[in-house]
């Protein structure tokens, strides 16, 4: 099924209010300068508004944490973006950024290109980040991609800076865009059956042990960001 973009998105594009550059096309994964989501297996199925995600260069090309010392170009881990949220560069961000070039997938790959030069574009501040991720581990719990998606952001001065895992959740759960209806249902719909099962089948049961597992990982987030200070890395 063909993506679909929002009728406000359809009337900016018609229009011609966004550069060239800024259009969203989700037919060919490119959101520029945009927070991108998906659902994670399993997970997202027990509790939806947890799932992956991503930053994209000024192309549109998203880039992920998806593994130890390894962040994904232009590959989503998890198969397309069903959410997004496009940053307006020039009112969101308080670092200059000015207009360049779409930065080459080589510059992403390989830390010893740009890695001192000053942060003078969006996709600078992304390459940054980029290089420092590149010698991380990962670990689902303390450094994953919600980690690398807020050190983006506050390298990029988005609102202020003060992103961390637990406030980049809650935005993208509230501020997020669905990329279409059927990008919505397949976020959605697994989390429903995998519930409703549940609750036919296991009744109270059921629902303590799923209350008790959502407290629980969302329990460690909240307290390891803010009772715990380097616990949950950015």
Same mark, same amino acid.
């Given at each position: 099924?063909?993506?679909? @973009?929002?009728?406000?998105?359809?009337? #900016?594009?018609?229009? !011609?209010? $966004?550069?060239?550059?800024?259009?969203?096309?989700?037919?060919?994964?490119?959101?520029?300068?945009?927070?991108?989501?998906?659902?994670?297996?399993?997970?997202?199925? $027990?509790?939806?508004?947890?799932?992956?995600? !991503?930053?994209?260069?000024?192309?549109?090309?998203?880039?992920? =944490?998806?593994?130890?010392? +390894?962040?994904?170009?232009?590959?989503?881990?998890?198969?397309?973006?069903?959410? +997004? =949220? *496009?940053?307006?560069?020039?009112?969101?961000?308080? &670092?200059?950024?000015?207009?360049?070039?779409?930065? !080459?997938?080589?510059?992403?790959?390989?830390?010893?290109?740009?890695?001192?030069?000053?942060?003078?574009?969006?996709?600078?501040?992304?390459?940054?980040?980029?290089?420092?991720? *590149? #010698?991380?581990?990962?670990?689902?719990?303390?450094?994953?991609?919600?980690? =690398?998606?807020?050190?983006?952001?506050?390298? @990029?001065?988005?609102?202020?800076?003060?992103?961390?895992?637990?406030?980049?959740?809650? $935005?993208?759960? $509230?501020?997020?865009?669905?990329?279409?209806?059927?990008?919505? @249902?397949?976020?959605?719909?697994?989390?429903?059956?995998?519930?409703?099962?549940?609750?036919?089948?296991? !009744?109270?049961?059921?629902?303590?042990?799923?209350?008790? =597992?959502?407290?629980?990982? &969302?329990?460690?987030?909240?307290?390891?960001? +803010?009772?715990?200070?380097?616990?949950?890395?950015?």
């Amino acid at each position: 099924m063909e993506a679909e @973009l929002d009728p406000e998105q359809q009337q #900016h594009m018609m229009h !011609g209010s $966004f550069p060239q550059t800024m259009q969203i096309d989700p037919r060919r994964a490119r959101f520029p300068c945009s927070i991108v989501w998906s659902p994670l297996p399993v997970i997202s199925w $027990f509790i939806p508004c947890i799932g992956h995600i !991503g930053i994209c260069r000024e192309d549109g090309v998203i880039l992920d =944490f998806a593994g130890p010392n +390894y962040v994904c170009v232009d590959n989503f881990a998890f198969g397309s973006a069903t959410r +997004y =949220f *496009q940053i307006s560069r020039d009112k969101q961000c308080s &670092i200059p950024l000015c207009q360049s070039p779409e930065s !080459g997938e080589e510059d992403y790959l390989q830390g010893e290109n740009g890695g001192g030069r000053e942060l003078r574009t969006w996709d600078d501040a992304l390459l940054k980040s980029t290089q420092e991720f *590149q #010698h991380r581990s990962y670990s689902l719990f303390t450094c994953n991609c919600h980690s =690398f998606v807020a050190n983006n952001l506050n390298r @990029l001065g988005f609102l202020s800076r003060g992103w961390n895992v637990v406030t980049l959740a809650i $935005f993208i759960l $509230f501020r997020g865009r669905w990329v279409s209806t059927a990008s919505m @249902l397949r976020s959605v719909l697994p989390f429903i059956f995998v519930f409703s099962i549940g609750v036919i089948l296991g !009744g109270f049961t059921f629902l303590k042990y799923w209350f008790l =597992f959502t407290s629980a990982l &969302i329990g460690w987030f909240i307290i390891g960001t +803010y009772c715990f200070k380097n616990l949950i890395q950015l």
